[in-house]
C-alpha cells in the first residue's frame, strides 16, 4: 500500500508542476472533506472566464490493467461533485465556470490531460 501512495504523490507533484508550466495556478492539493478527496484543484488562466478546475489524477507504472482514467467509476464522480460543490461554496467561486479534467501519468513519463474528462457534471 505505501508504494501505491508515494507513487500516487509522485503523479501529483509532476501534474502540479505541468500545469503550472500551462500558466494554471494551483488553488489546492489533496482538498478533502466529508464528501471526498480532490487531487489538484487549478484556476485555469488561459481562457476568459477563468475556470476552476477540479483534477483527478491517475498514475500507473504501465497500462496492463487499461488506461488509468478508466479507473474514474461513477461512484467516484458522485464524490467528486460533492466535494467540489463544497470547495466552491467554501471559498466563494459559486460563480465560476467550472470543468472537471482528469491527468493520466504512465511511468512518470508519459502525461496525458484530459479535459472534461468527466462530462456528465451537474455544472
Same mark, same amino acid.
Given at each position: 500500500? +505505501? +508504494? #501505491?501512495?508515494?507513487? =500516487?504523490?509522485? =503523479?501529483?507533484?509532476?501534474?502540479? #508542476?505541468?500545469?503550472?508550466?500551462?500558466? +494554471?495556478?494551483?488553488?489546492?492539493?489533496?482538498?478533502?472533506?466529508y464528501f471526498g478527496e480532490i487531487d489538484l484543484i487549478a484556476l485555469d488562466r488561459s481562457i476568459a472566464p477563468h475556470e476552476v478546475v477540479f483534477i483527478e489524477v491517475k498514475t500507473r507504472t504501465n497500462t496492463n490493467c487499461g488506461n488509468p482514467a478508466e479507473a474514474i467509476t461513477y461512484y467516484k464522480t458522485k464524490h467528486l461533485y460533492k466535494t467540489a460543490s463544497y470547495f466552491l461554496y467554501l471559498y466563494n467561486l459559486e460563480n465560476y465556470p467550472v470543468r472537471f479534467d482528469a491527468i493520466e501519468i504512465i511511468n512518470s513519463k508519459k502525461i496525458h490531460h484530459i479535459k472534461k474528462a468527466i462530462i456528465d457534471s451537474p455544472y
Open positions: 500500500m +505505501y +508504494y #501505491k501512495k508515494k507513487l =500516487g504523490n509522485k =503523479g501529483e507533484i509532476i501534474s502540479a #508542476k505541468y500545469l503550472e508550466n500551462l500558466n +494554471y495556478k494551483i488553488l489546492c492539493k489533496n482538498f478533502s472533506c
